[in-house]
């Protein structure tokens, strides 16, 4: 079963930046759908950002202009770019990918999570 290993979480004050990553244990033949999403205190988790197989990307309305997800592919990575952080982006961040094994059995994975706290 691939894991994944989330990083770069951590304490910024407002308008600073972080970059998440999101490394898979073990290279995937491809995958349909990876996401990033979050969970505040008393909050359900909630898609923030994902991006398609063919390279089609969405993201949560609060986040658009201000987040960039992308992938490298050569190191089975997904990062989620976090510019102009706001307070209310104070949450765990976790990674989901579903995708497929080079065995043709699919999957789909979460991490562990990171905590990214903004101060106001």
């Known amino acids: 079963q691939v894991q994944l290993v989330e990083s770069g979480g951590g304490l910024v004050q407002a308008g600073g930046s972080l970059r998440l990553s999101c490394a898979a244990s073990r290279s995937i033949f491809s995958f349909n759908y990876m996401g990033w999403y979050r969970q505040a205190p008393g909050k359900q988790r909630e898609l923030v950002a994902g991006?398609?197989?063919?390279?089609?990307?969405n993201y949560a309305d609060s986040v658009k202009g201000r987040f960039t997800i992308y992938r490298d592919n050569a190191k089975s990575t997904m990062y989620l770019q976090m510019d102009s952080l706001k307070f209310a982006d104070t949450a765990v961040y976790y990674c989901n990918v579903d995708g497929y094994y080079y065995s043709g059995l699919n999957f789909n994975a979460w991490g562990q999570g990171t905590q990214v706290t903004v101060s106001s």
């Open positions: 991006i398609t197989g063919g390279g089609s990307t």
